[in-house]
Each structure stands twice: as structure tokens, then as C-alpha cells.
């Protein structure tokens, strides 16, 4: 049994309407990202939102299906699985994750740099996208329609941050935020199938997780726990299909994403359909002097056997040479808070062992990767 916190979150609800008359929505901003909150707000009222969500998540299910023959020529090890399909290439607590499967791409531009020694220095960065025109035509523009509209709200959210950060921080660069998305040429966005498992497999799930509990370690299993390291996440709402390809309801209620608060709490995060969730990443957490903090989060499959889960998230990052540095003036340890190092779950590793005040996104991503791939 999962000891849920008592606060099942009141997720900060932003509306797309306020954002775009840029009403001052610090207060909101301080409730979810700021030390206190769960890193994670939604936004509601965004237009063309739940068509876009509705055309493209069937998609991931779809090319799933698609055969192993035909998937294959979609992986592209040499960006390390960062463009293309992806299946099985990460490891989650020590063991390779195959529960699900990633279509990488860029969702603003096929080609960010013409320049062949930087597609081949930065390919995770930069590599021009990798269309299956000829298997799955309809994906290109479903992926990039709701990509773009994603890093529009998420430019509008971070325009708040700014806000909100340069009254706390008077040597923050009052634009920062925005400027690395509104500027960035390396956003990156995941198209994401958690495969249907048959009853079998859950129950032997179940076992495993019985034995995590008694050791203690009982979220684990189900889930690889991490922080977002890029400056903001945007994601929609998952969808649920069974083996006909019908979205269905999802009836398995501890499915779903959960946070880890800064005190530890387990907080399971529901977003509406109709919105759009933002979570603050690890650069932004550097870059503002740690006064927006990112949170570890993860996800629970289905206890439902076959159905599959589908889902979208929008990786806004800066480009490889971004300094990674906080503001003048303030003291890197600000940027992670020892008692939030300490409530970090098990396997997401702390920022001072990856990062320092001299690096730029580039390292930083590496030393990142490497602890988790």
C-alpha cells in the first residue's frame, strides 16, 4: 500500500487567458515552483489543445505496432537514442527499461544548424529530425502542432518565472527564462508509449514491488524517479488505450504521475485533459539560484492488463553552450538546498555531483546522462 501524503496536491491552476494579457501571476508562480511547491503547475483554457492532444497520442500507440523490422530503421544510436524511436535504451534502477517506447524529435525545426562538425560534436542536441514519412506520414505534423504549441504556453508560463524570479533575485537577468526558449534551437519532445502488460506480468510486478516495500524502497520499481535537467517541461495528459486501439478511461486510479516534495511527501499529480502541465527543470533551478526548484517525479503504469499508456512531454533546454551558472552574487550551494538533497529519492543523483558553476549545458547534460543511462 503507497503512503500517500494527506495534501493531495492542489496543482496551481494558471489560465492561458491571464498569461497572455501577462497579469502578474507571481504568487502562483511562488506556489508550485518555488521551495515549497511540487514544481509542476497546469495551464487551462489553452485553444486547439484538445484536438491537437486527441490527433497526435493515438500516433504513439500506432507506432508501437508498427514491426520491429520497420521501427528499427527509426533508431539512431548515434545521438544516443536522442532523435527517433527509442525502446529499452535507458535503465531504470540498474536494470534497461522496455516497459516503454520514445519517438524523439524536435518539434520547431527538422534542421537546427547546417554546420556538419556541430551535427556530429552535438548530434544529442542538434541531428535533423528522422520522419517515418513513408510508415507513419500523419505523425510529422500531429508531433509538431502540439510541440509548438506547447513551447508557445510554456514561453507565456515563463515569462512569469522571470517575473517572479528577478523580485526575489535582484541580480537575475530579468529575461533569462524566456529568452533561453524563445532562442533555443535544441527543444526536444518525446512521444511516449508505455506498452499493455498481460495479467502475468502485473502480478509479478506486484510481487517485486512487495519485496521493494519490505526493504523500504517500495516507489522504485514502478517508476525510475528523476528531475527534469533542461529549464521547462510542458506535458499533456496521458491516454489510455486497449488492444481494439479505443482511448478508454483509465480505472487503474494509482496510475499516473506522481512528486516527491521537498519534505518527501509522494504526491500523485492529475492533469485534467483540457490542460496543459508545466514542471521547472534543473537549469532553471541553477539559473535562478535554486529560488525555483525542480522536483523528482515519476510515473506509475497501469494495473490494468492490456491496455497501453500515451503520452507527450516538451523538453525546453538551452543550447550546449548555455552557461550553467546562478546569479552573481548568490552562493552555489543555494542552488540545492541540502535538506532537498536529502529528500532526494533513490537513483536521482544530487546536482553537486554533476554539476559546477563552470560548466555549460553541454557538460551538464553528459554528467547528467551518464547517471542515469
Known amino acids: ?9 492542489q496543482v496551481v491552476v ?6 497572455v494579457a501577462e497579469k502578474d501571476l507571481t504568487k502562483q508562480i511562488e506556489e508550485a515552483f518555488g521551495y515549497h511547491g511540487i514544481g509542476l503547475l497546469t495551464v487551462k483554457n489553452v485553444p486547439t489543445l484538445v484536438e491537437k492532444r ?33 525502446h529499452g535504451k535507458e535503465n531504470l534502477m540498474g536494470k534497461p527499461d522496455d516497459t516503454k517506447g520514445s519517438f524523439y524529435a524536435n518539434p520547431q525545426y527538422d534542421t537546427p544548424v547546417d554546420d556538419p562538425e556541430l551535427i556530429e ?73 508505455y506498452f499493455s502488460r498481460t495479467q502475468e506480468e502485473i502480478d509479478a510486478m506486484e510481487n517485486e514491488n512487495k519485496k521493494m516495500a519490505e526493504t523500504g524502497d517500495e516507489f522504485s520499481s514502478w517508476c525510475g524517479w528523476h528531475n527534469d535537467h533542461g529549464s521547462l517541461t510542458g506535458l499533456v495528459s496521458a ?18 504521475l506522481y ?16 490542460h496543459i502541465a508545466f514542471q521547472i527543470g534543473e537549469a532553471s ?7 525555483v ?22 523538453f525546453m533546454e538551452p543550447m550546449w553552450m548555455e552557461p550553467m551558472s546562478v546569479p552573481e552574487g548568490v552562493d552555489i550551494s543555494q542552488a540545492q538546498s541540502a535538506s532537498a538533497a536529502e529528500n532526494l529519492p533513490k537513483g536521482v543523483p544530487r546536482l553537486s555531483q554533476r554539476w559546477n558553476n563552470n560548466m555549460d549545458f553541454g557538460q551538464f547534460t553528459d554528467e547528467t546522462l551518464k547517471h542515469y543511462y
Not at 1 to 9: F, L, R
Not at 125 to 151: C, R, S, T, Y
Request: hydrophobic content about 35%; proline content about 5%; charged content about 20%.
Open 1 to 9: 500500500e503507497i503512503k500517500m501524503s494527506q495534501n493531495q496536491a
Open 14 to 19: 494558471l489560465d492561458y487567458n491571464d498569461l
Open 54 to 86: 486527441e490527433t497526435l497520442l493515438p500516433l504513439a500507440n500506432k507506432f508501437a505496432q508498427l514491426p520491429n523490422d520497420v521501427k528499427e530503421r527509426y533508431v539512431h544510436a548515434k545521438s544516443m537514442y536522442s532523435f527517433g524511436w527509442s
Open 121 to 193: 560534436k552535438y548530434s544529442p542536441f542538434v541531428h535533423p529530425n528522422i520522419w517515418p514519412k513513408d510508415d507513419l506520414p500523419e505523425l510529422e505534423g500531429a508531433f509538431k502542432n502540439l510541440g509548438q504549441l506547447i513551447v508557445d504556453v510554456g514561453t507565456l508560463v515563463a515569462k512569469q518565472v522571470d517575473r517572479y524570479v528577478a523580485s526575489v533575485c535582484n541580480s537575475y537577468p530579468t529575461t533569462k527564462l524566456t529568452k533561453i526558449i524563445q532562442e533555443s534551437k535544441c527543444c526536444k519532445a518525446r512521444l511516449l508509449h
Open 239 to 256: 491516454m489510455f488505450i486497449d488492444e481494439n486501439g479505443k482511448s478508454v478511461a483509465n480505472t487503474d486510479k494509482t496510475a499516473g
Open 259 to 274: 512528486a516527491r516534495s521537498r519534505s518527501s511527501d509522494l504526491i500523485k499529480v492529475n492533469i485534467p485533459q483540457d
Open 285 to 291: 533551478q541553477i539559473h535562478s539560484g535554486g529560488i
Open 293 to 314: 526548484q525542480a522536483t523528482p517525479h515519476a510515473v506509475r503504469g497501469s494495473n490494468v492488463p492490456n491496455i497501453s499508456r500515451e503520452t507527450f512531454a516538451v
